[in-house]
């Protein structure tokens, strides 16, 4: 069976510094690949989606960024945090071929940026 | 662009009682449509999704709703809620010509036993 994993679960980090956040699925190949923000009153905001290594589409223009160095690995990024970066992100993965599928999501990471 | 809309951001209702959560999109083409429910503690996960066929679509734990292509709306329907149903509710659309699946912005149900 399919699962999904991100780290860490919750990470507080000071204005200006580097972020990295991980996403790796397990039991599948070649899957598509999502990072989300979501927060209160807003809902899931997609921030970028993968359909393939090396892949990257950028939803919403921001500080950040994200990379796909494995098949089954997503990673977000920032150079620099601001406050308004705070949230609650989530990876999701999907079956390859249609990005119009089923989407399975990981646990999430609360980030805070004080 | 494509759009949801949930128009209720947070419902409170008795055990037993019926919910109907509504969605409408903006789209009036070919649409994928689907529920997601996050309980809390848990993953988000699917709860029901349309793609062709039956407008009336049968998911886990009882629930249900049915894709009106002349509203341009998916509502959730359950006929008698549990306190266990308390969670947050999203809905999500992919429409023809876009490859994105769009959410909208969820909506609380908070069951009272």
């Known amino acids: 069976s399919q699962t999904i994993h991100q780290w860490p679960a919750t990470l507080v980090q000071p204005v200006g510094s580097p972020l990295s956040l991980e996403c790796t699925v397990e039991?599948?190949?070649?899957?598509?690949l999502y990072w989300y923000r979501q927060a209160a009153g807003r809902g899931l905001q997609l921030l970028f989606y993968?359909?393939?290594?090396?892949?990257i589409s950028s939803e919403v223009p921001q500080n950040l960024s994200a990379s796909r160095p494995q098949d089954r690995q997503f990673i977000l990024s920032s150079k620099k945090l601001l406050l308004s970066d705070s949230g609650f992100y989530l990876c999701?993965?999907?079956?390859?071929?249609?990005?119009?599928?089923?989407?399975?999501f990981g646990p999430g990471t609360r980030l805070t940026v004080l | 662009a494509q759009s949801v809309s949930q128009h209720n951001h947070h419902v409170i209702l008795s055990e037993a009682a019926s919910l109907e959560l509504g969605c409408n999109y903006s789209y009036g083409g070919t649409v994928n449509l689907f529920w997601y429910v996050q309980y809390p503690g848990q993953h988000l996960q699917l709860l029901l999704k349309?793609?062709?066929?039956?407008?009336l679509v049968k998911g886990i734990k009882g629930f249900e709703a049915e894709f009106i292509k002349s509203k341009f709306s998916f509502n959730l329907r359950k006929p008698s809620v549990q306190w266990s149903d308390t969670a947050e509710y999203f809905c999500?659309?992919?429409?023809?010509?876009?490859?994105?699946?769009?959410f909208g912005i969820g909506t609380k149900l908070q069951v009272i036993p």
């Open positions: 039991g599948t190949s070649n899957p598509n």
């Open positions: 999701a993965w999907s079956q390859s071929g249609t990005l119009a599928d089923t989407q399975y």
């Open positions: 999500a659309v992919n429409e023809g010509g876009y490859q994105k699946v769009t």
């Open positions: 993968s359909v393939g290594i090396g892949q």
């Open positions: 349309y793609f062709s066929g039956d407008p």
